[in-house]
């Protein structure tokens, strides 16, 4: 009998590694459950056996886990020609169902994809550096004082508490396809459209959301964003964006044909709103990943500093 999309992706449940939803063990070696083939390759009918498993993977990397001694590994599809097949598409994964789904299955694992992110205080400490970047480089927490903000994807919500803690005046507004922490101004998506969102804000912001996106939803996104732009509003864009060109990657069971930044930057300058910024996200002396800003009324800024 063969399992749909939901039940495949279950079967990560089976190799968690000491009782850790962010991990799996499979003959000796540890994954991030996130990024393991295993879902795909149940559903496909490709994994009979464990063997099978290592059989149709690689090993594409290694990282430390919690000390010298031991490790976590990225795995790859040997063969990715199978997930072209008609039964398994983008449409079928990424949806509000299946969002839902990882999020009271995986939770956690959902939005952040490390190895210690297994409750809230701890998605706050790995999450919360990335985000301290980000405001370091749009010139310290007054950049989001007395503005009206919208965050696409907010994740758990440590933008919000951040700035509730600092005593930051601003008026708060997030919009997601699942709500993952209680908010008075929470906007729920249904759908990849932010069609139903009228109100107008100084900055619009979206961390790590990008990789999740079809290069042709975040086109959409973009379009829509810069109505909901004030006059002289910004729009930060961050999280990898580190790719050229478009890209194949996966999360969970989900396919994604992503945008590269030059493809990203060629159609952000057909949607009126000018690149004026470009930061490295750096944690602990460590790049993680990429800023961009893009602002109404503003000049453009020399896209060629990014490579």
Same mark, same amino acid.
């Given at each position: 009998?063969?399992?749909?999309?939901?039940?495949?992706?279950?079967?990560?449940?089976?190799?968690?590694?000491?009782?850790?939803?962010?991990?799996?063990?499979?003959?000796?070696?540890?994954?991030?459950?996130?990024?393991?083939?295993?879902?795909?390759?149940?559903?496909?009918?490709?994994?009979?056996? *464990?063997?099978?498993?290592?059989?149709?993977?690689?090993?594409?990397?290694?990282?430390?886990?919690?000390?010298?001694?031991?490790? *976590?590994?990225?795995?790859?599809?040997k063969d990715t020609s199978f997930i072209k097949s008609h039964r398994l598409t983008s449409s079928d994964v990424n949806?509000?169902?299946?969002?839902?789904?990882?999020?009271?299955?995986?939770?956690?694992?959902d939005v952040c994809s490390y190895y210690n992110g297994i409750n809230l205080n701890q998605y706050f400490k790995v999450?919360?550096?990335?985000?301290? @970047?980000?405001?370091?480089? $749009?010139?310290?927490?007054?950049?989001?004082?007395?503005?009206?903000?919208?965050?696409?994807?907010?994740?758990?919500?440590?933008?919000?508490?951040?700035?509730?803690?600092?005593?930051?005046?601003?008026?708060?507004?997030?919009?997601d396809i699942v709500k993952r922490f209680n908010h008075e101004n929470f906007i729920d998506i249904n759908g990849y459209?932010?069609?139903?969102?009228?109100?107008?804000?100084?900055?619009?912001?979206?961390?790590? #959301?990008?990789?999740?996106?079809? @290069?042709?939803?975040?086109?959409?996104?973009?379009?829509?964003?810069?109505?909901?732009?004030?006059?002289?509003?910004?729009?930060?864009?961050?999280?990898?964006? @580190?790719?050229?060109?478009?890209?194949?990657?996966?999360?969970?069971?989900?396919?994604?044909?992503?945008?590269? #930044?030059?493809? $990203? $930057?060629?159609?952000?300058?057909?949607?009126?709103?000018?690149?004026?910024?470009?930061?490295?996200?750096?944690?602990?002396?460590?790049? *993680?990943?990429?800023?961009?800003?893009?602002?109404?009324?503003?000049?453009?800024?020399?896209?060629?500093?990014?490579?």
């Amino acid at each position: 009998m063969t399992m749909d999309i939901f039940e495949s992706t279950l079967k990560l449940k089976d190799y968690f590694y000491k009782n850790n939803q962010q991990l799996i063990k499979i003959n000796g070696n540890i994954e991030l459950s996130g990024f393991s083939p295993l879902p795909l390759l149940v559903y496909y009918g490709k994994m009979k056996t *464990i063997n099978d498993y290592e059989n149709n993977t690689n090993i594409t990397k290694r990282n430390f886990l919690y000390n010298k001694n031991k490790y *976590i590994c990225n795995r790859a599809l040997k063969d990715t020609s199978f997930i072209k097949s008609h039964r398994l598409t983008s449409s079928d994964v990424n949806t509000k169902e299946y969002w839902n789904f990882l999020h009271e299955n995986f939770k956690y694992c959902d939005v952040c994809s490390y190895y210690n992110g297994i409750n809230l205080n701890q998605y706050f400490k790995v999450k919360g550096p990335h985000y301290d @970047s980000i405001i370091k480089e $749009l010139g310290g927490i007054g950049f989001f004082k007395n503005k009206r903000i919208l965050e696409i994807g907010p994740g758990y919500g440590y933008l919000p508490k951040f700035l509730k803690e600092n005593n930051i005046e601003h008026k708060y507004y997030c919009a997601d396809i699942v709500k993952r922490f209680n908010h008075e101004n929470f906007i729920d998506i249904n759908g990849y459209t932010l069609s139903n969102i009228s109100d107008k804000f100084d900055i619009v912001i979206m961390y790590d #959301v990008l990789q999740h996106l079809d @290069s042709y939803i975040y086109k959409k996104y973009a379009m829509e964003i810069k109505n909901l732009l004030d006059d002289d509003g910004c729009f930060i864009l961050g999280g990898g964006l @580190s790719q050229k060109e478009n890209y194949k990657s996966y999360f969970f069971s989900q396919i994604y044909d992503n945008i590269g #930044v030059n493809d $990203l $930057l060629n159609h952000m300058s057909t949607t009126g709103l000018n690149f004026t910024e470009w930061k490295k996200i750096t944690v602990k002396d460590t790049n *993680i990943g990429n800023m961009l800003k893009f602002q109404l009324n503003k000049m453009n800024y020399e896209t060629k500093k990014l490579f």
